[in-house]
């Protein structure tokens, strides 16, 4: 590691390499500022494919692989599961696993009206001022796809999505005959020779759209920017009124990084902690924490999966559809539908789908139970040619809802999360909703009890205009640290019915436009 | 991912243990398959036989318990051309009762047949990483399970290259999926190392090509016997997986 790079002073450090970090250092790096990224994982090799696995679990082999090295300690309704989160840690975060749907909010999303309350009373950013943002974010990230029939407002920037399948076009057909509305998903992969989808595991090619490909690769190019990997911050240092230093570790080494403004784009999970570890007297709250709500907000979605047989005999996965008609029902938010791209058999629904095996008769073979690999066979083979949707339902930000500050350095993550009753009710009435448009059709509801989606948390670090509500203002920067930004999931004040990722683009998009149109000195 | 893959072909093959025997076999038919081979052994005249006045052979003089001249033979390979594929053939077989064996000599052995193997594969994986290709053949024995008398240092230290093997696979099948990693055993050959009566080791070297030059990620970590594949062991869990998906997958051959 050069010293060059630890002992100069940056114009922009930015702490973390995903959606978040790497699209904002790109956008600051090519207006010509001096932006250092420094990454807790590794940069890793630019043709490995690793798929983000559960499964291993030896703490420095998750961190080569660019994994969360710890896990996650979730008490749910009061309940303590330990597990892996779906969550990255290494150049370009979670989104090298990502599978790239980047798909608009609504205009509900973010502003409220009598006939959709908000309930927030709306983000601090307009619809009408932040879909540019929108905009610009769909052409750095190359997404395609087809405007969705239903919206009353523009998408451009959209290029148009590969043909779809023979089994695609089918199960197109038979939902508009349901009267439905379905449209190609909008996904930011290129599509060059040889692409592989990529959806799961790390695209060996700039062909998926992502932190790294779409961010720090491009921002370095520029020449105006460099990366520090395998290395950590592990506490923000200041004055009370600014961020005068951070102190992160490398190599067993303890360094100290300066610079004008920093950036915290470590994930909805990592800043919120790095926020409150950072606590001490001129900060004793932790820092940005003056109104007690870093962590607090904690979102993830509620993922309602289900197969459906659309007839036809193309088995092959794909993560082409995706339909908004039950994104909003009966005065209640709601969310997109989505296929999940992945075959019956894969990782992330067999876990879904081993407590559904094991719940039935087939979980009674003698020594079958709780041998992970069996029921995803069993269950691949009785889905067969299904294919498998989720519904994305929006859970709504509650402050006992919270990562809790870090426990000394260790790396576990722990998060306490409430299912409200709203929450079941509005789940009850999305599953009748599904149900109803598929009226007909063969399905199967694959999630049993509400599932959250751990691969989104949001929320953590919320922006709006009242600083007793609000972490960070409109613009991205703290309510109480004059140099201090958020540029990750951690800024949504609601978790919308759609994806994270390219509402994270947008607004970090937006926080490297403030950024630039600063003084030098953060003034 | 194929047989006779042409990526692995439009690379370079460095096999070690190439001045005799099954090594020097392997060299002339990765040459007669067309591939450019650097020929890595310790002696330079049997070098030499072994490339025979073939240009496809260059002739990269290193020992692979040495890991400062294997370094300098891996950077001669580099210039003939992107490495694609690694053989690691070295072995040495010293029959030696255990009151001769000196924890010396038992460790040269080591150093040999599982360090040299671990240095070649380490530096071929420096470069494989660079492109996310590769393929690496590992010549194995069967050594290990009933170890015979006389033989410690080389069951050992061969039964650990198989591990070796596999530790490997863990380790890099799901980043590297087309850096393909197995094991083959050649079977007794008629060679020095070997038994008089065994097989000529052209016809076994045909084999080992073969199986070399077909790249398909499902290889890694599988075993093969001369031309046939070992079925893996199959645990209650993948019996039972067998049994209730109907599924008998037929044996890989390379003949
Ligand atoms: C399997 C999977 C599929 C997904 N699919 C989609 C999809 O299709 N569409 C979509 O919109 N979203 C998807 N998501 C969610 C999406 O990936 C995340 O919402 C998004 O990547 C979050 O970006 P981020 O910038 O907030 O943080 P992250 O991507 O989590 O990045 C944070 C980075 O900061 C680093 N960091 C944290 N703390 C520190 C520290 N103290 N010092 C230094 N570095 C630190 C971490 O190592 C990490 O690399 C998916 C997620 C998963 C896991």
């Excluded at chain 1, 929320?459 to 409109?474: E, H, I, K, Q």
């Excluded at chain 2, 390979?77 to 594929?85: E, F, I, V």
């Excluded at chain 2, 077909?214 to 890694?220: I, T």
Aim: proline share 7%.
């Amino acid at each position: 590691m050069s010293r060059e790079i630890t002992q100069r002073h940056w114009d922009v450090i930015v702490i973390g390499t995903g959606i978040g970090g790497g699209t904002t250092g790109r956008a600051l790096a090519e207006a010509g500022r001096k932006v250092l990224f420094v990454e807790k994982g590794p940069a890793g090799h630019r043709s490995e494919q690793t798929p983000l696995s559960p499964g291993i679990f030896v703490p420095e082999a998750r961190s080569a692989r660019g994994f969360w090295p710890a896990e996650v300690r979730a008490r749910v309704d009061g309940r303590e599961a330990r597990f892996f989160a779906p969550l990255g840690a290494g150049l370009g975060g979670s989104s090298v696993f990502y599978a790239a749907t980047l798909e608009r909010p609504e205009p509900h999303d973010l502003d409220h009206s009598e006939a959709r309350p908000h309930p927030t009373g709306g983000w601090p950013v307009s619809w009408t001022e932040f879909a540019p943002w929108l905009d610009r974010a769909q052409a750095l990230y190359r997404v395609c796809g087809t405007p969705d029939p239903l919206s009353e407002t523009p998408c451009p920037n959209l290029a148009p999505p590969p043909p779809l399948s023979r089994g695609d076009q089918h199960l197109t057909e038979r939902l508009r005959a349901q009267g439905l509305h379905p449209y190609a998903l909008h996904s930011a992969i290129a599509h060059l020779p040889g692409c592989k989808g990529c959806l799961g595991f790390k695209c060996p090619h700039a062909c998926k759209m992502d932190g790294r490909s779409a961010g720090v690769e491009p921002a370095l190019a520029t020449g105006n920017a460099a990366l520090l990997d395998r290395c950590a911050v592990t506490r923000l240092l200041g004055d009370g009124q600014r961020i005068t230093g951070l102190e992160a570790r490398r190599a067993g080494e303890v360094l100290t990084l300066t610079a004008d403004h920093v950036v915290l784009a470590g994930g909805a999970l990592g800043s919120p902690r790095l926020c409150l570890a950072s606590a001490c007297e001129t900060f004793p709250q932790g820092v940005a924490n003056t109104s007690g709500l870093v962590g607090r907000g904690l979102m993830f979605h509620l993922n309602e999966m289900f197969a459906i047989w659309p007839g036809g005999t193309d088995p092959s996965p794909s993560k082409a559809i995706g339909l908004r008609d039950l994104y909003w029902r009966e005065g209640q938010r709601l969310g997109m539908v989505q296929a999940m791209g992945v075959a019956a058999s894969y990782g992330e629904i067999a876990w879904y789908l081993r407590g559904l095996v094991e719940n039935s008769g087939l979980g009674r073979i003698p020594g079958a139970a709780g041998l992970s690999r069996i029921p995803a066979a069993i269950a691949a083979k009785l889905l067969g040619t299904a294919k498998i949707f989720v519904g994305l339902l929006e859970d709504l930000p509650y402050d006992d809802n919270r990562v809790l500050p870090p426990e000394g350095d260790s790396d576990e993550i722990a998060i306490d999360y409430r299912i409200h009753d709203e929450l079941r009710a509005r789940r009850r009435l999305f599953r009748r909703e599904i149900a109803r448009a598929l009226r007909g059709q063969r399905k199967m509801f694959l999630t049993r009890r509400p599932e959250l989606n751990f691969g989104h948390p949001s929320g953590t670090m919320r922006f709006g205009d009242d600083p007793a509500r609000a972490v960070l203002r409109g613009d991205g920067r703290a309510h109480d640290v004059a140099n201090l930004w958020g540029a990750d999931a951690g800024f949504f004040p609601t978790s919308m019915g759609v994806n994270p990722s390219l509402g994270i683009a947008a607004q970090a998009l937006r926080v490297a436009d403030a950024i630039n149109r600063e003084g030098r000195d953060g003034a | 991912m194929a047989r006779d893959d042409d990526r692995v072909k439009s690379g370079v093959a460095l096999v070690t243990g190439a001045g005799r025997g099954l090594g020097r076999a392997l060299a002339r038919a990765l040459a007669s398959r067309g591939m450019r081979v650097a020929a890595v052994g310790r002696d330079a005249q049997s070098l030499a036989e072994t490339a025979n006045g073939s240009d496809r052979i260059t002739p990269v003089i290193a020992d692979v318990s040495d890991f400062d001249s294997l370094r300098h033979a891996f950077e001669e390979a580099d210039a003939l051309g992107p490495l694609t594929l690694l053989i690691n053939n070295a072995a040495l077989y010293p029959r030696c009762d255990i009151f001769d064996e000196t924890p010396e000599s038992f460790m040269q052995t080591t150093r040999v047949n599982l360090g040299g193997s671990f240095a070649a594969t380490r530096m071929a994986l420096d470069r494989m990483a660079e492109t996310g290709f590769g393929r690496i053949l590992n010549v194995a024995t069967f050594a290990d399970l009933h170890p015979l008398p006389a033989s410690a240092a080389y069951s050992v230290s061969k039964g650990a290259a198989r591990i070796l093997t596999r530790a490997l696979v863990a380790d890099l099948a799901d980043r590297f999926p087309d850096i393909v990693i197995s094991d083959w055993m050649p079977g007794m050959l008629a060679t020095r190392m070997g038994i008089p009566d065994g097989l000529a080791p052209d016809q076994s070297a045909k084999w080992g090509v073969e199986l070399a030059l077909w790249h398909d990620p499902a290889l890694s970590g599988t075993s093969f016997e001369q031309a046939i594949e070992i079925p893996p062991p199959r645990g209650l869990k993948g019996r039972i997986k067998d049994r209730l998906l109907g599924r008998r997958r037929p044996l890989r051959r390379l003949d």
